[in-house]
C-alpha cells in the first residue's frame, strides 16, 4: 500500500511575480516541517473571450491548479495580488468552480491561510486578505492568520499582517521582498503546515 505525503497547497495568482516570490517563501515555511509537503499551483489567466488563449501546461514556474489539488490537500495557503481592495479574477474564477467540493464537504476541518503583495503600502492588502478568507469561511475550512509571536509584525515598515503576509511590490512593482515580509512568509508557511498536520486526525474521525 502506497502512503502518500500529506501537502498543503499554495494556490496563487500573479501576473508579475510578487505574489509568487511570497508563494515560494511560503512554500519553504511548509517545507521546513518534516511529514508535510508543499505543493505550488497557480490559477490561470481568464479572458473575456470564449477562446482558448494558452496552452495547458504554463512555459514556466508552477503548474495549473486543478480541482483534486485542492480536494486532497492537508490545508491550503491562498495568495493573490491586491486588485481595488480585493483578490484577482482569475482566482476567484478558480474559487467559483469549486461548488463540488464545498457540496461535499471536501475542505471542512481544514486550516487555510492568504497571503497577498500590493503596489502601495495603505492599498487594501488587509481588505484584499479578507475577501479570500470568506469563500474558505464558506467551505468550512479554518482560517489561521500571522500571530505576533512572529515579532517582525511589530518590526516591519512594509508588507505584513496578522491576517496574512503581505508585499509592498512599489510604484514600478520592482521591490524586493524584503527581510521581515520573507521571515513573516516563512512563519507563515510552517504555521499553516503545522496546523494541517495536527488537524488531520480531524479528518478521520
Ligand atoms: C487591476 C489592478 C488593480 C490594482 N489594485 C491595487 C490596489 O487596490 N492597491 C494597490 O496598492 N495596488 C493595486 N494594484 C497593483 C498590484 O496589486 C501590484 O502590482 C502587485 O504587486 C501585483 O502582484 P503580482 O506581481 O503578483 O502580479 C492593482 C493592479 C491591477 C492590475
Not at 505574489?19 to 511529514?35: D, F, K, N, P, W
Not at 487555510?112 to 479570500?132: K, P, R, W
Amino acid at each position: 500500500m502506497s502512503v502518500i505525503t500529506p501537502y498543503v497547497l499554495v494556490l496563487y495568482y500573479s501576473r508579475h511575480g510578487a505574489t509568487q516570490t511570497l508563494a515560494e517563501q511560503i512554500a519553504s515555511g511548509i517545507e521546513s516541517v518534516g511529514g508535510i509537503e508543499a505543493r505550488l499551483r497557480r490559477a490561470p489567466e481568464v479572458s473575456t473571450t470564449c477562446e482558448q488563449t494558452q496552452a495547458e501546461i504554463p512555459d514556466s514556474g508552477a503548474m495549473y491548479v486543478e480541482l483534486d489539488d485542492l480536494r486532497h490537500c492537508a490545508g491550503l495557503a491562498l495568495g493573490s495580488p491586491t486588485r481595488f481592495g480585493n483578490m484577482a479574477a482569475p482566482l476567484k474564477y478558480f474559487l467559483d468552480s469549486t461548488s463540488e467540493l464545498w457540496m461535499n464537504g471536501a475542505l471542512i476541518d481544514k486550516p487555510a491561510t492568504a497571503f497577498s503583495a500590493s503596489s502601495s503600502l495603505h492599498g487594501g492588502q488587509e481588505t484584499t486578505l479578507i475577501t479570500m478568507l470568506i469563500p474558505l469561511l464558506h467551505h468550512g475550512m479554518v482560517y489561521a492568520g500571522v500571530p505576533y509571536s512572529a515579532t517582525e509584525l511589530l518590526e516591519t515598515t512594509q508588507g505584513g499582517t496578522p491576517y496574512g503576509t503581505t508585499h509592498v511590490s512599489g510604484k514600478r512593482g520592482d521591490n524586493d521582498v524584503d527581510q521581515h515580509e520573507c521571515r513573516l512568509a516563512h512563519a507563515q508557511g510552517k504555521r499553516i503546515a503545522r496546523l494541517a498536520l495536527s488537524m488531520l486526525p480531524l479528518r478521520e474521525k
